[in-house]
T-cell receptor, first 113, second 116 residues
Framework: GENVEQHPSTLSVQEGDSAVIKCTYS??????FPWYKQELGKRPQLIID?????GEKKDQRIAVTLNKTAKHFSLHITETQPEDSAVYFC????????????FGKGTRLSVIA | GAVVSQHPSWVICKSGTSVKIECRSL??????MFWYRQFPKQSLMLMAT?????????EQGVEKDKFLINHASLTLSTLTVTSAHPEDSSFYIC????????????FGSGTRLTVV
């Protein structure tokens, strides 16, 4: 089955700096790669996703890149703000309706004002 | 957008009792529901995949006789934790895919289970 590795497990950045979180996946059939932000005790919140037919996607300060050959994808947050502090999870899945998301272990991002 | 309603949001139960968690898809039909468990400061771990009208598929290490899953309709899946023990205390969350929303995943709000 799919295995998703995520690094780093913790990340501290100064406000205004950029943050990068990286993930690798094992299943070459995976074609959907979302990123989630989760606050304590709440459901994961989708912040951006990418499908395997594109290499990069951007939404304001957030971008995701995908390298299918190397089987890795990354989350980039620019101009970080204190409210970006949270736990971020990457995930991967195949395209069919009955395949689950497999999550990375998460990254705790702290943005220091 | 697609909404999955999960109840209860939190529950405290005594050791040895059973607890049922419900997930309903409110505006779409969920032929498949995924159940995850999340321990403090850990990731979401898939427990089982629930299919409407058929038996659930459990991940390795998850006891199917302890975590009973029923998916009797296209809008309702339930997870029953039987004979709960303190080590079952966790955050349980369901997820479904909405075929009408380009197969995005929708999550329930989660259930915080505490077994005392």
């Amino acid at each position: 089955g799919e295995n998703v590795e995520q690094h780093p497990s913790t990340l501290s950045v100064q406000e205004g700096d950029s943050a990068v979180i990286k993930c690798t996946y094992s299943d070459s059939a995976s074609n959907y790669f979302p990123w989630y932000k989760q606050e304590l005790g709440k459901r994961p919140q989708l912040i951006i996703d990418i499908r395997s037919n594109v290499g990069e996607k951007k939404d304001q300060r957030i971008a995701v890149t995908l390298n299918k050959t190397a089987k890795h994808f990354s989350l980039h947050i620019t101009e970080t703000q204190p409210e970006d502090s949270a736990v971020y999870f990457c995930a991967a899945s195949r395209g069919s309706g009955n395949t689950p998301l497999v999550f990375g272990k998460g990254t705790r991002l702290s943005v220091i004002a | 957008g697609a909404v999955v309603s999960q109840h209860p949001s939190w529950v405290i139960c005594k050791s040895g009792t059973s607890v049922k968690i419900e997930c309903r898809s409110l505006d779409f039909q969920a032929t498949t529901m995924f159940w995850y468990r999340q321990f403090p400061k850990q990731s979401l771990m898939l427990m089982a995949t629930s299919n409407e009208g058929s038996k659930a598929t459990y991940e390795q290490g998850v006891e199917k006789d302890k975590f009973l899953i029923n998916h009797a309709s296209l809008t309702l899946s339930t997870l029953t934790v039987t004979s709960a023990h303190p080590e079952d205390s966790s955050f349980y969350i369901c997820s479904a895919r909405d075929s009408l929303a380009n197969y995005g995943y929708t999550f329930g709000s989660g259930t915080r289970l505490t077994v005392v």
